[in-house]
């Protein structure tokens, strides 16, 4: 029943959002975003409240935990996003309608790597200490990146699709197939979904593990970051102005992540609370976020 709960309200946020508010090309203001990720995040927390009274405290903190560090991510991955709309020139009114089938997208291969993840974990539990491992390197690999040396063109899966796939260069509509003297030929705009699909796999081998480092239930596993990504459409409108603005978002990133690694090493060593574990994940992030609006500023002057 708690499947099919979860699964209904999925379901009838997605019908409302692009059925009834967004079934034509538009540029979603940044009023109309900030509304819904204010409905996405109430659902979420309705969701965790019900846990907290369901199941306890440990349970809801776990999902509140896995939420906000989704989330964070999430953030970075809009980053990507910009300049992928700025290579390809993406006008604004098409750009939330890629990011919903690119999020519908991610919601299939997110189901698919917990799967996977929760199948490996429960045969070779030591696969924890690998996912600890990887999460620290992957902490460090964050920390040495730079957004500026993201080439959109040089996508692999990109290349791929232009060298099977004809392309009508030349279509500016919303649609991401027409047909062309009987032909049936892709838009630029399906070329973009193609990449923005290719980089949230590349980010979930990231976010995956992290979460399992919070938490082997497979059910807060999903629920947590599927209710994160699915307010990523209208969060990517909502930050889109203050991406020049969270200088040091990619230093919290990469220190939570490291944490998180550090936490499942030490597991046998070190017991860490939900609730301690919890106010590091957000005292780190918020920590990043509030330097990124205020150290700015005090060096110019």
Do not use: C
């Amino acid at each position: 029943m708690l499947w099919a709960g979860f699964a209904l309200v999925i379901v009838l946020a997605l019908v409302m959002d692009l059925g009834l508010f967004n079934r034509q090309p538009r540029e979603l203001r940044m009023r109309e975003a900030g509304i819904w990720v204010g409905i996405w995040v109430l659902l979420a927390a309705a969701f965790n409240g019900y846990l907290f009274q369901r199941y306890g405290s440990a349970k809801g903190l776990e999902f509140t935990q896995g939420y906000f560090l989704e989330l964070a991510l999430s953030a970075d991955n809009l980053f990507v996003f910009l300049i992928i709309f700025s290579y390809f020139r993406v006008p604004r009114a098409f750009q939330h309608r890629i990011l919903f089938w690119g999020i519908l997208g991610a919601v299939v291969t997110r189901g698919l790597f917990i799967a996977i993840g929760a199948a490996a974990i429960h045969r070779f539990h030591a696969i924890l200490y690998v996912l600890g491992a990887f999460l620290i390197y992957a902490a460090i690999k964050i920390l040495l990146q730079k957004n500026e040396d993201i080439d959109p063109s040089k996508n692999p899966l990109l290349k791929l699709f232009r060298r099977l796939v004809p392309v009508a260069e030349d279509e500016t509509g919303p649609r991401f197939t027409v047909r062309r003297e009987g032909r049936l030929m892709a838009t630029p705009l399906l070329a973009v979904l193609i990449v923005v699909e290719a980089v949230d796999v590349t980010f979930a081998v990231d976010s995956i593990p992290a979460i399992f480092g919070i938490t082997t239930d497979v059910f807060i596993v999903l629920t947590s970051n599927i209710f994160a990504i699915l307010g990523l459409r209208s969060l990517f409108f909502l930050l889109s102005g203050l991406a020049k603005k969270l200088l040091y978002l990619n230093y919290g990133i990469a220190a939570v992540l490291a944490f998180i690694g550090a936490k499942i090493m030490l597991g046998h060593f070190v017991t860490i609370s939900v609730l301690l574990s919890l106010g590091i994940v957000v005292g780190l992030l918020g920590l990043a976020t509030v330097a990124s609006l205020v150290l700015p500023q005090r060096l110019k002057k």
